[in-house]
Each structure stands twice: as structure tokens, then as C-alpha cells.
């Protein structure tokens, strides 16, 4: 009868998991610093952080998705199991560098069943549900699919399959969505570009997230946007 394995092969048509790491400060949001202190960097980032997987735990609800955390180091393991939302199973980061680790946990929700994979970071809660929505339903025809960020690189990337070369080159480069398209492609897979986003990296950053904000463009960012007004760096008119 219906039961648990059913319900299993509905949640693994798919899995959208999320990468983040300790906030450890003087670790994380460095380039915030100045003007910022690192523990206000790394306090600013345990609040996007948990709007990105408020959005996301909800995303995956709606899509019936397996919600992954996929955290690092291993030692901070227990203390993202504390704070994720209850659909959320939390994992640790493993292999030699992000794109070893992104490619382990693209491996590790295949092997589980799911047919569509999204990565996205923890950093950019003006990705929202719209770009996920988007690349969800791209990947009904398309083997690739990416949303773009201002540095060149991406905040989501999605997969249908297995394809190791896609991350065979350095990440956090200006040349990394370019190099992601190329290597796709080379490897004879259809590729989506999707609308593109923004992380929190710098101070000017935070300026375009408050007018995302007041535009109506954010889903769920209250957190981050609590965080900004109580510490003095919403933008002035």
C-alpha cells in the first residue's frame, strides 16, 4: 500500500540543495570588512542564511523536493541541524575545493533518486522562488540551467544528470559562468541561462538588495532586511 516508499519516490523526482559554510568570523563576508567588523559580517550572514532557507525549505514543500544542507566544515554540522528548517536533511561538504564539493553532492542526490538537481548558495536571498520556479521547470528541457550573478559567476545552478565536467575549472572567478557554458556544451549538453541575481558580497550590495526590497522583488528577506535597518546600514535617499 502507499506508505513511506511511495513517498519517497515523489520527493526524489528532485532535490534543491543549498551550500554554506560556519559563520566563523573574520571567515565569512570578508569583503564587507571594512566597514564592517567580522563579527557583524558574520552575524549579517547567519540572517541571509536563514532567509535563503526559509525560501528554500518552502520551495522544496511546494515542489515536493528533497532539502538538502550542504555544510562546511564538518564540524559545524550539528549546529546547522539546529537551525535548518525540519524538511531539511544537513549534510557535510566533501572533497578538495567548492567544485569538488558541489560535484560529490550533485553524486549524492543522484544516487538518491533525484532526476533534477539545483545548487544554489546561502548568500543571495534576492534569488528568489521565480528563479528557482524557472530553473525547476527548465530542466524539463534542458541538461543545464544557470542563473548569473554581477561577478561573472552564478548563485544557482541546476543539473539533469550527472556530468562531472561541468565543474572541472576554478570557481570564484570572473570567468566562471562563461567557462561553466563552454564546458557544457563541449560535453553536448543543452544549456538555459536563466534571469540572473545578486550575493551580499560588498556594502554597495546592500544598497541593491534595500531597493529590491522596496520594489517588491524579494520574497522572503526579512531577516536580512531587520539586520540592515537595526544596524544602521540602510542606504540613505
Request: some cysteine; charged content about 25%.
Amino acid at each position: 500500500m502507499p506508505g513511506a516508499d511511495s513517498d519517497r519516490a515523489v520527493r526524489s523526482v528532485g532535490t534543491v540543495i543549498v551550500f554554506a559554510k560556519a559563520p566563523t568570523p573574520g571567515l565569512v563576508k570578508t569583503r564587507l570588512c571594512p566597514p564592517m567588523r567580522p563579527e557583524q559580517a558574520a552575524d549579517l550572514y547567519v540572517n541571509l542564511l536563514d532567509d535563503v532557507l526559509e525560501a528554500t525549505g518552502q520551495f522544496a514543500l511546494q515542489h515536493q523536493l528533497d532539502a538538502v544542507l550542504s555544510v562546511h566544515p564538518i564540524e559545524a554540522r550539528g549546529e546547522f541541524a539546529s537551525r535548518a528548517p525540519s524538511n531539511f536533511r544537513v549534510i557535510a561538504q566533501c572533497g578538495n575545493g567548492l567544485a569538488a564539493r558541489m560535484m560529490w553532492a550533485v553524486d549524492e542526490a543522484a544516487a538518491g533518486g533525484a532526476g533534477k538537481i539545483l545548487l544554489r548558495g546561502s548568500d543571495n536571498p534576492a534569488l528568489s522562488i521565480r528563479h528557482l520556479q524557472a530553473a525547476l521547470l527548465g530542466l524539463d528541457e534542458h541538461d543545464l540551467v544557470v542563473s548569473p550573478d554581477l561577478d561573472g559567476g552564478y548563485g544557482l545552478i541546476g543539473v539533469r544528470g550527472v556530468w562531472p565536467g561541468v565543474f572541472d575549472h576554478p570557481m570564484s572567478t570572473h570567468t566562471l559562468l562563461e567557462e561553466t557554458i563552454a564546458d557544457a556544451r563541449r560535453l553536448g549538453l543543452s544549456v538555459q541561462v536563466l534571469e540572473g541575481s545578486f550575493d551580499i558580497d560588498r556594502v554597495e550590495d546592500i544598497s541593491r538588495l534595500v531597493r529590491a526590497f522596496e520594489d517588491g522583488e524579494l520574497d522572503r528577506c526579512t531577516r536580512t532586511v531587520e539586520w540592515i535597518r537595526d544596524n544602521g546600514y540602510w542606504p540613505l535617499d
